[in-house]
């Protein structure tokens, strides 16, 4: 066998189990959903191809109302994610010393150990009426009685931050840690404050990490099921728990499907919104982490 020819059977053998993946559990199931969000039920064994289920969501308000507050508190968990990652991936990859750089990430990586389930019954813990923080409350007389802290907006919120910071932290790090200390040096030589090298050196450097880690953590916390339904309780309206209603309770995979293809063309809009924004694209951002 010639060596091109081995090459190209290695490049195919390589390339196999990944074009497996794609097709098989990606390209496949959507193309699917979509089929099935275009078949409206006509009666029983019944069906029609439309568009009616896709009006008969914009007919319900509180369906895209759901949506919407999906994609608000999911840009708001983004941004405080953005807001308390930075510092640590700063201190990671440009304050903390060699020896202890592997420690903090480490330290930053324990939390996915720990499955998504487990990780919101400890908040549970923590926050419920009978919970630590409402014991402490009442032991310090800052309480007269049991304090529930869970079921409401803002311990959702903590709760998606918590879960997808670390999504956030890693592609900050691996930009971060590229960056040469020499334009840094020189920044503060020219007469630039911190806060001056801060804005025109280290944010448009860490601008593809920045990007990477939003666009992460956005579809992170948009599609999250667990946290929002464990936290924010029976009247959490998360849209990904009308896509389970549909499915599983109405049985109505035809609504299902066009909840869930709605959800995928809204946050891929709200990503190209944001790449246009920041003027990155999506190919560059990938290509630099």
């Known amino acids: 066998m010639k060596s091109s020819d081995a090459s190209r059977l290695t490049l195919i053998l390589l390339f196999t189990p990944f074009a497996l993946w794609i097709i098989l559990l990606i390209i496949l199931p959507q193309i699917g959903v979509g089929w099935l969000s275009l078949r409206e039920?006509?009666?029983?064994?019944?069906?029609a191809f439309g568009f009616g289920n896709y009006l008969d969501f914009f007919r319900e308000?509180?369906?895209?109302?759901?949506?919407?507050?999906?994609?608000?508190?999911?840009?708001?968990v983004t941004i405080l994610a953005l807001f308390i990652g930075?510092?640590?991936?700063?201190?990671?990859?440009?304050?903390?010393?060699?020896?202890?750089r592997a420690a903090l990430f480490l330290m930053c990586l324990i939390p996915l150990w720990v499955s998504d389930l487990v990780r919101a019954f400890g908040w549970i813990l923590l926050?419920?009426?009978?919970?630590?923080?409402?014991?402490?409350?009442?032991?310090?007389?800052?309480?007269?009685?049991?304090?529930?802290?869970?079921?409401?907006?803002?311990?959702?919120?903590i709760g998606m931050v918590y879960?997808?910071?670390?999504?956030?932290?890693?592609?900050l790090v691996s930009t971060l840690d590229g960056m040469d200390n020499a334009l840094l040096e020189a920044g503060y030589n020219l007469g630039g404050s911190r806060i001056t090298v801060f804005r025109r050196i280290?944010?448009?450097?860490?601008?593809?990490?920045?990007?990477?880690?939003?666009?992460?953590?956005?579809?992170?916390a948009a599609g999250s099921y667990l946290t929002p339904i464990l936290l924010g309780g029976k009247n959490s309206m998360w849209f990904t728990e009308q896509i389970y209603e549909q499915f599983v309770t109405r049985y109505n995979w035809e609504s299902?499907?066009?909840?869930?293809?709605?959800?995928?063309?809204f946050t891929s809009g709200v990503v190209w919104l944001g790449l246009r924004?920041?003027?990155?694209?999506?190919?560059?951002?990938?290509?630099?982490?």
């Open 86 to 100: 930075f510092p640590v991936a700063w201190y990671i990859a440009k304050i903390a010393r060699q020896r202890s």
């Open 256 to 265: 299902g499907a066009t909840f869930g293809v709605l959800l995928l063309v």
């Open 163 to 171: 879960t997808v910071v670390l999504f956030m932290i890693v592609p």
């Open 277 to 289: 924004l920041t003027g990155q694209n999506l190919a560059s951002t990938v290509a630099k982490e």
């Open 202 to 220: 280290v944010i448009p450097f860490a601008i593809p990490g920045i990007v990477a880690g939003c666009i992460i953590t956005f579809m992170l």
């Open 127 to 157: 926050l419920r009426e009978t919970g630590i923080i409402s014991g402490a409350l009442q032991w310090a007389g800052l309480s007269s009685g049991p304090v529930e802290l869970l079921y409401n907006d803002i311990t959702v919120v």
């Open 61 to 76: 308000p509180i369906y895209w109302n759901t949506l919407l507050r999906t994609a608000w508190i999911s840009v708001l």
């Open 41 to 47: 039920k006509l009666g029983p064994r019944e069906y």
